[in-house]
């Protein structure tokens, strides 16, 4: 059983595109997390909700828009994609903000803008 | 300032023997030390944590050592095997917070 999905794998797509990744997990968590992992392998937080509520909102693009439907799932959604969005993008999840140091990753969204 | 600073950015090391990681930080108010081994094509995965009042743990051949007064943390994976060879992370959590801040990752190979 997969704890956190992210679909798709792969993204690959125009500049000025708009697009968006899915991100589900079946771990029961509250919080969730979106991170982006750029070339170099740096891994740095974008948003975290926690049961759905935006509490963590780092310095992103206003391009880069976060949806949570409910506490298992957490969108994220990029309007006018540029080249400098191209990096892996990896959701996580963790059981509640007590234990946020223990977060479960998902297999991560290979995204390339051409 | 929230920054953790790993070193070294990659590591080669023969089977059998031991492979450290460092990490420093400068945030004191930082209450979890994970670790993190990320293999290629994989999302990252917690691999051991410990908090600041324990200066060793262990968990099979994976041990951190911290050093609160140097403000220094390390992984030593040992008798090393070429299955360890990922990508290691060491990570901070600020008390009462939920952002985990990452080191900048060490490219871990051992060679059989």
């Known amino acids: 059983d997969t704890a956190v999905s992210q679909t798709p794998k792969y993204l690959v797509t125009q500049m000025g595109n708009d697009k968006s990744i899915k991100c589900e997990q079946n771990?029961?968590?509250?919080?969730m997390y979106w991170y982006k992992q750029d070339s170099k392998k740096f891994l740095k937080i974008m948003f975290s909700y926690n049961n759905k509520e935006l509490i963590i909102n780092e310095t992103v693009p206003n391009r880069f828009s976060p949806k949570s439907p409910d506490k298992a799932h957490l969108n994220l959604h990029i309007n006018s994609l540029e080249l400098g969005d191209s990096a892996v993008y990896f959701c996580?999840?963790?059981?509640?903000?007590?234990?946020?140091?223990?977060?479960?990753f998902g297999p991560g969204t290979r995204l390339t803008v051409t | 300032q929230q920054q953790v600073k790993q070193s070294p950015q990659s590591l080669i090391v023969q089977k059998g023997g031991i492979s450290i990681i460092n990490c420093a930080y400068e945030?004191?108010?930082?209450?979890?030390f994970p670790w993190y081994q990320q293999f290629p094509g994989k999302g990252p995965a917690l691999l051991i944590a410990i908090r600041p009042d324990v200066s060793e743990k262990k968990e099979g051949r994976f041990t951190i050592s911290f050093n609160k007064s140097a403000k220094q943390f390390s992984l030593h994976i040992m008798d090393s095997q070429p299955g360890d060879s990922a990508t290691y992370f060491c990570?901070?959590?600020?008390?009462?917070?939920?952002?985990?801040?990452f080191g900048q990752g060490t490219r871990l190979t051992i060679n059989p």
């Open positions: 996580a999840s963790s059981q509640d903000k007590a234990r946020s140091y223990e977060q479960y």
């Open positions: 771990l029961g968590h509250d919080t």
């Open positions: 945030n004191t108010a930082f209450d979890y």
């Open positions: 990570a901070a959590k600020r008390q009462g917070a939920q952002k985990l801040v």
